[in-house]
């Protein structure tokens, strides 16, 4: 099973940008369709982003689209999220998600459709 560790959450000003990095070992990342989730304090663990195995195909939710990108880069075992336009909403722990094999991103917007998942990076966006 594959491991994932995500870097980049930290306090950032509303309009401000980061990008999040999500390290996965134990396993080719190639082998996986990836996935980015957030929870916030109080609420359910809800889709923000996928990309294929090959990273020529991805989704985002409609609450993040055209603000965040999700990019891969499978020689480094790495999957990105850049996040610009930043708003106070968007604060939550933002999580990392594998499942092995290629599927049609626009059908793997579930929790429950991914099956390895890191521990989590926090991000707060101050107003």
């Known amino acids: 099973q594959v491991q994932l560790v995500e870097f980049g959450g930290r306090l950032v000003q509303a309009g401000g940008s980061l990008r999040l990095s999500c390290v996965a070992s134990?396993?080719?990342?190639?082998?996986?369709?990836m996935g980015w989730f957030r929870q916030a304090p109080g609420k359910e663990r809800e889709f923000v982003a996928n990309?294929?195995?090959?990273?020529?195909?991805?989704y985002c939710a409609d609450s993040v689209k055209g603000r965040f990108t999700v990019s891969r880069d499978n020689a480094k075992n790495s999957v990105y999220l850049q996040m610009n336009s930043l708003k106070p909403e968007d604060t939550a722990a933002y999580y990392c998600?594998?499942?092995?094999?290629?599927?049609?991103?626009?059908?793997?917007?579930?929790?429950?459709?991914?099956?390895?998942w890191g521990q989590g990076t926090q991000v707060t966006v101050s107003s």
């Open positions: 990309i294929n195995w090959s990273g020529n195909s991805t």
């Open positions: 134990g396993r080719p990342l190639s082998s996986y369709t």
């Open positions: 998600a594998a499942r092995r094999g290629r599927f049609a991103v626009a059908t793997m917007v579930l929790s429950t459709d991914f099956e390895s």
